[in-house]
Antibody
Framework: EVQLLESGGGLVQPGGSLRLSCVASGLTFKSAMSWVRQAPGKGLEWVSLINPSGDSTYYADSVKGRFTISRDNSKNTVYLLMNSLRAEDTALYYC?????????WGQGTMVTVSS | QSALTQPPSASGSPGQSVIISCTGTSNDVGGYNYVSWYQQHPGKAPKLMIYEVTKRPSGVSDRFSGSKSGNTASLTVSGLQAEDEADYYCSSYAGRSWVFGGGTKLTVL
């Protein structure tokens, strides 16, 4: 079964850090991978993307300098390290494969930034 | 990295066709043929419906089609069915970044 499984979300205080993980199974991992978030009741927002080899990364202006995307192809896993978290980072974070469009999505992991 | 502009809502009766627009700029929609459309039902992950402006992934009904003219892309849903009621989002490559539209809630009357 083709699947992306995110983990690592939770409740964190403003200024804190979290690392999200996304494990791929049943699909080719030799694709660009992305993180997309959705605040409660709001629309989709692209966050970051990493190319297949991991040597090129891209970020939304809203997270640049605070978030870092990386991948371990030997583990079929992509990560999102989130530092200096703000209340506006509260969202459901999806992992998605980019192949044409974002063609495969996980079910998301919730991140809540609150004191 | 400004969001693409979509109408907040759209509606149609079963069997009818509805068109959802997605307006950007020459830096995103107008500059690249990398527009995609996503369907999202409540509580579910988004599903890719159209990619590269007009292409349909395997398994997506041919009632869904995409087009683009200038800085505006469009999703047409033909032969509306009850299960088409969902939120729809467009997305475009924008040169080292991607951008989504604000979403359109499609109601089947």
């Amino acid at each position: 079964e083709v699947q992306l499984l995110e983990s690592g979300g939770g409740l964190v205080q403003p200024g804190g850090s979290l690392r999200l993980s996304c494990v791929a199974s049943g699909l080719t991992f030799k694709s660009a991978m992305s993180w997309v978030r959705q605040a409660p009741g709001k629309g989709l927002e692209w966050v970051s993307l990493i190319n297949p080899s991991g040597d090129s990364t891209y970020y939304a202006d809203s997270v640049k300098g605070r978030f870092t995307i990386s991948r371990d192809n030997s583990k079929n896993t992509v990560y999102l390290l989130m530092n200096s978290l703000r209340a506006e980072d509260t969202a459901l974070y999806y992992c998605a494969r980019l192949q044409g469009g974002f063609d495969i999505w996980g079910q998301g992991t919730m991140v809540t930034v609150s004191s | 990295q400004s969001a693409l502009t979509q109408p907040p809502s759209a509606s149609g009766s079963p069997g009818q066709s509805v068109i959802i627009s997605c307006t950007g700029t020459s830096n995103d929609v107008g500059g690249y043929n990398y527009v995609s459309w996503y369907q999202q039902h409540p509580g579910k992950a988004p599903k890719l419906m159209i990619y590269e402006v007009t292409k349909r992934p395997s398994g997506v009904s041919d009632r869904f089609s995409g087009s683009k003219s200038g800085n505006t892309a469009s999703l047409t849903v033909s032969g509306l069915q009850a299960e088409d009621e969902a939120d729809y989002y467009c997305s475009s490559y924008a040169g080292r970044s991607w951008v989504f539209g604000g979403g359109t809630k499609l109601t089947v009357l």
